[in-house]
T-cell receptor, first 113, second 111 residues
Framework: DQQVKQNSPSLSVQEGRISILNCDYT??????FLWYKKYPAEGPTFLIS?????DKNEDGRFTVFLNKSAKHLSLHIVPSQPGDSAVYFC????????????FGKGITLSVRP | DTAVSQTPKYLVTQMGNDKSIKCEQN?????MYWYKQDSKKFLKIMFS???????INETVPNRFSPKSPDKAHLNLHINSLELGDSAVYFC??????????FGQGTRLTVV
């Protein structure tokens, strides 16, 4: 029972263009959402997060948008750089759930020079 | 000075063996976790400890036993290894809700 879904397994974009990575969730109790980035043979690293009381959070080239009514969030990377090529995991947690993260299965982003 | 370090990075062992994976964090976090990434690439939580106390146990077979000697360490011991235990195991720690720091992972291969 996947509570966090990343339906596209991969995305390829040209350097300098925008990358849009999508994520859907089913658990309405989720109130905190995160994106993690993972390079091969390394652990996931935190990228950006958003609380359910917001609909947008921006950090440099990375912006996360949250649409609670649609149970959908997206990560925008602009401009995309070749070093952004990695697997991106969407994750979510419930309030008071001891910070347990529920992950999607990830999307592989390839940024072409 | 790695924040979350786990050893070994690779572990190949035979079915039926008992093995341990060690994890240490130097971030001063109160909460530590073990996550498993299976062949389908899903990252799923196994255990969570807060100040050496078990707070999450996600229906993991009791062949898996976490041990936290202090809040900076959370080791994972696995008895009677099975082929299906082959996966990448990640240790993590956190202080702020959700924002977990992960180790580099241990790729366990059971043959």
């Amino acid at each position: 029972d996947q509570q966090v879904k990343q339906n596209s397994p991969s995305l390829s974009v040209q350097e300098g263009r925008i990358s849009i990575l999508n994520c859907d969730y089913t658990n309405s109790m989720f109130d905190y959402f995160l994106w993690y980035k993972k390079y091969p043979a390394e652990g996931p690293t935190f990228l950006i997060s958003i609380s359910s009381i917001k609909d947008k959070n921006e950090d440099g080239r990375f912006t996360v948008f949250l649409n609670k009514s649609a149970k959908h969030l997206s990560l925008h990377i602009v401009p995309s750089q070749p070093g952004d090529s990695a697997v991106y995991f969407c994750a979510a947690s419930e309030a008071g759930a001891n910070s347990k993260l529920t992950f999607g299965k990830g999307i592989t982003l390839s940024v072409r020079p | 000075d790695t924040a979350v370090s786990q050893t070994p990075k690779y572990l190949v062992t035979q079915m039926g063996n008992d093995k341990s994976i060690k994890c240490e964090q130097n971030l001063g976090h109160d909460t530590m976790y073990w996550y498993k990434q299976d062949s389908k690439k899903f990252l799923k939580i196994m255990f969570s400890y807060n100040n050496k106390e078990l707070i999450i146990n996600e229906t993991v077979p009791n062949r898996f036993s976490p041990k936290s000697p202090d809040k900076a360490h959370l080791n994972l011991h696995i008895n009677s290894l099975e082929l299906g235990d082959s996966a990448v195991y990640f240790c993590a720690s956190s202080q702020v809700i959700g924002r977990a720091f992960f180790g580099q992972g241990t790729r366990l291969t059971v043959v």
